[in-house]
């Protein structure tokens, strides 16, 4: 196998529930897209580094204003003034924000932990305990809502 082709797999491979197999099937179809559609997600890669930021309060990805990426460090959950400001949830994933947001029935703010305790992963050092302790100690919450698996 070529070696750009291995180091690909393997970067893909890297990916959450994605084997060698799959992985390879992505670099194949890659091969086979024309330039200019390669070259259109090497752009939105890049796009997605450059402009993209995580919420100093949540852990949100948000995009900032443009001419504004360093200026705004809180995504528009935590900047919203109509939003209970003594109300947490905390969450597993940002899929979890975004899915209980689609509700439109909460109101509060949120964190997100970043995934939770395995099997495979017994010790906590992915997760951002420290930060929530953080958060929990300097905020005066009336109601934590833990909205975990």
Known sequence: MADSI???TDLFAKFPTIG??????????LINLPKQEVDELIASLQELKNNISLCSFCFQPFEAPQGKPSEQTLCGVCV?????????????KEQDLLSLEATKKYKGRY???????TLRKSTPDHLRIKDLQDRITKNNFTEIIIALN
Do not use: H, M
């Open 20 to 29: 060698r197999r799959s992985a390879g099937r992505f670099v194949f179809y």
């Open 80 to 92: 919203d003034t109509q939003r209970a400001k003594d109300i947490l949830c905390v969450v597993e």
């Open 6 to 8: 291995k180091k690909l």
């Open 111 to 117: 964190f997100i932990l970043g995934g939770t305790l």
